[in-house]
């Protein structure tokens, strides 16, 4: 049992998930104080099913909404590039740059670990990635095409989870806005 959402899904392969709200029957216990939110019992008693967002965390819907929001995203980001190939190539390739020279990504995952979200971004990753690349190879976009399109999902996501702690102080809130696209969108340039 887990009392932290977030971690729910450390030892859990694949997605979607069935997550139950349970309450243990008799003694408990603990091994360890390193995961003090792992909780033993011989016996639970389930008293509900929760929904699946919430073993991302309490940013776990929006993680989803914008999960179920990429297939369209991704056909928009792929006419945008078809429109302007060139100076699509030049903002990505810009922004790729700055993602990686900030270490945008490591420092999301950073602060995933430091909440107890990592296996929440592992999750959230993970899906941004398969959806992203379906809907691009769906939309018969160019493989570099798909590789620009697939980090700038990645990177969405988990500015989406962990929206609400990218922002103790300036940098974190310009790695926020690097992983949430600032300066890709057609409009921007």
Known sequence: MYSRPGEILERVEGWPVRLFVVEPRGETGNWSAHHSYWLMSHQVRVVDEAPAWRALGHRGRQVLDLIDQLPGLVRQWADEWAADPDNSRQRYDAWSERV???HARQWAHHRAQTCRRKAAF???????RT??????TEAGVAADTVSAIRLRARCLAAGELLHDRLRSGEYETS???LLLGAGLDASAA
């Open 175 to 177: 790695i926020r806005r």
């Open 100 to 102: 990686t020279d900030t």
């Open 131 to 136: 959806v992203s690349v379906k809907a691009a």
């Open 122 to 128: 592992i999750t959230a990753d993970a899906l941004a």
